[in-house]
């Protein structure tokens, strides 16, 4: 037999056009809408069979195979074991909040802490029931079972990280992605972490220093605070206070040190992507990522600023009639006499319409950009190793990431 | 539609190249394609592997591909071998390609649907309540006080449809007088340390409820409606029969714990929080019938001991009634209420023989509470 691969590095085509891709989320959104949210499910495994065939590393693209049914299984399992545990935990929590501290937000504070272990939880088995679904060159990817020890772990390591302000930050991005990267498959070889957590410390760098600078300058301000008060109430003095900057100007500052930092997560985000995957090898394999932080941070902005306009054009001169026909029932005797059902139901429409337009574009103009960054710019690495990899078993997993689901775990498609 | 050629009565030879996959490793394998027309079967010669033969109606398309320019097929009943091929007239000689495979765990499923309706039903219905039930016995009253504080900002804000400010409360100090005249009637039937705080809102529903911590709501519409003072006072009285019995509170326990179980059941369909809110209007448990007969009881005993007449709660719920065409009314827990007919005549027989009733307020007083939100 003649060795099919031979080429050592794969690149990444991506597939994926926008006007199909509106079609579908629009479609399916509409769907999932009228069955007031039953054919998400549908819709999911949809828009996933669409981005991951997108994505070709080599030339072959991915396959998404989970199930729409599968997926409504997981949910009701996840209904049954949760509404349990929320029902009764959010009406003692209730209970607790106003007899011993009198008072409501001790209660969405206490059941949002109560929600986090098994909002983690959640996400590793959501990530465990997508990598078992999805294929590359027909060979299944897995993640093996261990979403408490996430959990717990994620637990301390979030606790770690705010104790030290932060600065351990990079501490738990790696060891988290290490727990769930060596666990995870690719057909019978298992993915490798390499690398140490403080190879990703230099990539917050564009956090800490607007901070530091944002740090800086508000003690400035706050010890020059008595001293200008002293000067401009000096009886003696009635010379012009000369201070270098009135100090509503100097506040200025803020606004480009905090869109740096803002900046700064992204560019966190992007490169310690890149780093850990730099360091991830699979077998012989090894993989490489070089997306761009300030182009993903250009596609966020300006695809949500197209999203917010191409929704706004067509949404404001609605509601302002709305609003007009609104106004108009309240001036008596008036031409215009519509029933108020009819004029809710409108408002209901325009809401919907609204909120299916927005997941629609934000797929369209944000989440397919986003993609193809990505995917065009990974590679796999020695490719030949991929040869001396088997398929593996299918993970049946008949929860699939139904507790995701239930809790909302913000997972974009 | 097809893309066969024919020439004479010979079909076009089916020749092309594609990929093949074959399950078991990352290896794709360029192979020959071509069908075999007589057995209606689809020959794949991979290279340096032995044909493999698919018949033309078990072939099936792997649905949502971005790009069209792939075509990936499947074969029926092998969950891992694909082909994938680069040009699209296979598509035609395939009979069955885009049909769907059976629903798998169909019973499972059904199952699954059942025992989660049926535990969500059991929460919201029975478990929920019985523990709301338990647990308002043992709220201190700060606690009761602040849930009905809390409770009632969240209304006005709900209620404001500007957008701006949550609907004021009406305060003519004339008013507010009479208001706390007609509430001092009923000082005498109420236990010792029961707190009760009497509010209008500005709002022109017709409606009035109660809330935990003792507080009784007018809405600006009930007063207006009346005719009477006493009409307002038998209200009043029904609303300090719930105050008594505690329902508001076990009422907005038993909220608290369902609207977080609906919750679940939506997930982040369009929003979340707006059809939340709607679905707990919609299954909101209004306060048991036995809720509102006790609380009727209470209120004809009330306004006896008060010297005022009990038939005035069923005049109001007459005029509520009358007032039911318009939808906000509805609304109200009067209206819904399937045995209003019988509260009526309950109502209008309370009455003992030979009541000897005094005015709840003088015309001058009736008029200030008329005006209250002037």
């Not at chain 2, 044909?51 to 097929?73: F, K, M």
Request: glycine residues 6%; proline residues 6%; hydrophobic residues 50%.
């Amino acid at each position: 037999m003649k060795p099919a691969m031979t080429e050592t590095v794969l690149h990444t085509d991506f597939a994926g056009r926008r006007w199909r891709l509106f079609w579908l989320a629009f479609r399916t959104g509409l769907f999932t809408i009228l069955t007031l949210g039953i054919y998400r499910f549908w819709m999911r495994t949809r828009l996933r069979r669409l981005y991951w065939s997108a994505v070709r590393p080599g030339g072959h693209p991915l396959e998404y195979v989970g199930a729409p049914l599968e997926k409504l299984l997981g949910f009701l399992v996840a209904v049954v074991v949760l509404a349990f545990y929320i029902g009764i935990v959010n009406l003692l929590l209730m209970f607790a909040s106003f007899s011993i501290f009198e008072g409501a937000s001790v209660v969405y504070g206490a059941s949002f802490l109560g929600v986090i272990p098994l909002w983690i939880f959640a996400r590793y088995r959501a990530r465990r029931y997508i990598l078992a679904r999805t294929r590359w060159r027909v060979v299944r990817f897995g993640l093996a079972p261990g979403a408490w020890g996430y959990a717990w772990r994620a637990i301390l390591h979030w606790l770690i990280t705010i104790l030290t302000l932060g600065l351990l930050w990079p501490r738990m991005t790696f060891w988290l992605e290490k727990y769930s990267t060596d666990r995870s498959y690719f057909g019978t070889q298992r993915f490798a972490q390499g690398g140490r957590w403080t190879m990703l410390w230099r990539a917050t760098l564009h956090v800490w220093i607007p901070l530091l600078l944002a740090a800086g300058l508000g003690l400035a301000l706050l010890a020059e605070m008595p001293t200008a008060a002293a000067t401009l109430d000096d009886p003696y003095t009635d010379a012009v206070v000369d201070l270098p900057l009135p100090l509503d100007q100097r506040l200025l500052f803020f606004i480009p040190l905090s869109l740096w930092a803002l900046y700064g997560i992204v560019h966190y985000r992007v490169r310690s992507f890149e780093i850990l995957t730099r360091h991830k090898s699979l077998g012989g394999v090894s993989l490489a990522a070089e997306p761009n932080p300030r182009r993903v941070l250009w596609i966020g902005l300006s695809g949500y600023l197209l999203v917010l306009l191409a929704i706004a054009l067509p949404v404001t001169p609605l509601i302002g009639a709305l609003v007009f026909v609104e106004v108009s029932q309240m001036v008596p005797g008036d031409a215009l006499d519509v029933p108020r059902w009819a004029l809710a139901a409108a408002a209901a429409v325009l809401y919907f319409l609204i909120f299916l337009m927005w997941s629609t574009l934000t797929h369209v103009f944000v989440t397919l950009p986003l993609t193809r960054h990505y995917a065009t710019r990974f590679t796999v690495q020695n490719a030949d190793a991929l040869s001396r990899i088997d398929q593996r078993a299918r993970d049946e997993f008949a929860e699939a990431e139904g507790f995701a689901d239930a809790l909302d775990v913000g997972a974009a498609i | 539609m097809t893309t066969r050629i024919e020439i004479g009565r010979e079909p076009a030879r089916y020749d092309s190249a594609a990929t093949f996959f074959d399950g078991n490793a990352p290896l794709p394998v360029p192979a020959r394609l071509s069908i075999d027309e007589e057995a209606e079967m689809l020959v794949i010669a991979p290279e340096g592997r032995a044909p493999q033969r698919w018949p033309l109606s078990e072939i099936r398309r792997v649905p949502d591909q971005a790009g069209g320019d792939l075509l990936v097929v499947r074969l029926r009943g092998d969950p891992v071998a694909r082909l994938i091929v680069e040009d699209h007239v296979l598509i035609a000689r395939c009979p069955h390609i885009d049909r769907r495979p059976p629903v798998q765990n169909r019973w499972k499923l059904a199952g699954w649907a059942v025992a989660a309706v049926a535990s969500v039903a059991l929460i919201i219905t029975v478990l929920v309540p019985a523990m709301a039930d338990q647990l308002a016995r043992y709220i201190p009253p700060e606690g009761e006080r602040a849930l009905g504080e809390t409770t009632l900002t969240q209304i006005r804000e709900a209620m404001d449809e500007t957008g701006m400010d949550p609907i004021a409360t009406c305060e003519a100090p004339a008013g507010r007088a009479a208001l706390d005249r007609m509430t001092a009637r009923f000082h005498a039937v109420m236990p010792a340390d029961q707190p009760l705080t009497v509010l209008v809102l500005d709002h022109p529903m017709i409606n009035a409820f109660a809330l935990p911590g003792g507080y009784v709501v007018f809405f600006r519409g009930l007063i207006d409606t009346a005719e009477t003072p006493e009409e307002v006072a038998a209200v009043l009285a029904h609303e300090i029969g719930h105050v008594v019995s505690r329902d508001p509170t076990r009422h907005a326990l038993r909220s608290a714990g369902s609207i977080g179980v609906l919750g679940l059941l939506f997930g982040d369909f369009a929003g979340g929080t707006v059809v939340l809110f709607l679905a707990e209007r919609l299954i909101e448990a209004q306060y048991s019938q036995q809720a509102e007969i006790d609380a009727d009881a209470f209120a004809y005993d009330a306004l006896t001991r008060a010297d005022l007449p009990p038939a005035a709660l069923a005049t109001m719920f007459e005029r509520l009634r009358e007032e039911g065409g318009e939808p906000p009314a509805i609304l109200s827990h009067f209206m819904s209420h399937p045995e209003l007919t019988e509260r009526i005549t309950a109502a209008e027989r309370a009455s003992p023989e030979g009541l000897e009733t005094r005015p709840v307020l003088d015309d001058a007083e009736w008029a200030a509470l008329q005006a209250i939100c002037d």
